[in-house]
């Protein structure tokens, strides 16, 4: 995975942190250069000089907080299919080395624990409009792992379905990303207030029942003159 360098101090950091706060909290389109620049008592020139462009400043965002997560899923996953080694590994243990890291990262993020998440969440609704190389790259990776996962361990699901499927539960899990916090004021505070490692578990508990609707187990192995006679 190529490696991201984050300055640890300067210009070029306040510019990168003010534009991880304001796309945090506006949205990628809905920011521009000369926000990011007021909020880091920057000149507007400084964008281009430090990182190129925008779009330069935008793809070192996306990668200081992509690149680790889809490599702490990969790494989740490998542990995961050597314990299960010639076994299809627990659906909620899947889901769960999905998900996961998401909140492994908060830790080590210099924005509040609200802000990364909805940053995360914008992140991966920004894919189907185009993501840095070594971003795609990446999750192009999880996606094929973790397909060949969720196919083993629901092996009556056609391919379609399951890719619907996920698709569902990844939009999903965007949601409760980007909107974690709406819940509270139109159910009056019935909604409670959970930290995002209960609500996560309630997440994998609600998809893995989502991805197993309708599954049947496999049929059984016939034995004898019967299995020649498939009616």
């Given amino acids: 995975m190529r490696a991201v360098t984050i300055p640890e101090s300067g210009s070029k950091r306040k510019l990168l942190d003010a534009a991880e706060q ?31 462009s925008r779009d330069g400043l935008l793809s070192l965002v996306m990668m200081r907080y992509m690149l680790p997560v889809t490599e702490a899923r990969l ?19 899947i889901i769960d080395a999905l998900v996961r890291p998401l909140v492994g990262q908060v830790r ?23 993501l840095p190389a070594p971003v795609e790259e990446q999750l192009r990776q999880v996606l094929e792992r973790f397909m060949r996962a969720f196919g083993k361990a629901l092996p009556t699901v056609d391919s379609e379905d399951l890719i619907w499927r996920i698709h569902f539960m990844v939009g999903g899990m965007i949601h409760l990303l980007t909107h974690q916090n709406m819940l509270h004021r139109p159910t009056r505070g019935a909604s409670g207030g959970p930290t995002m490692e209960a609500t996560l578990s309630r997440f994998i508990r609600y ?25």
């Fill in 22 to 52: 304001l796309f945090a909290e506006k949205g990628f389109e809905a920011v521009s250069v000369r926000d990011i620049t007021q909020l880091a008592k920057a000149n507007v020139a400084a964008v281009n000089y430090h990182f190129g």
């Fill in 75 to 93: 790494t989740r996953l490998d542990a995961i299919e050597r314990k299960w080694t010639g076994k299809s590994a627990p659906l909620e243990e």
């Fill in 108 to 130: 080590k993020s210099e924005l509040s624990e609200r802000l990364f998440y909805k940053l995360l969440g914008r992140i991966f609704t920004q894919q189907a409009d185009g």
């Fill in 207 to 231: 998809s893995a029942v989502g991805l197993r609707e309708g599954a049947e187990a496999e049929a059984p192995v016939k034995k004898g003159p019967q299995a020649t006679f498939d009616f």
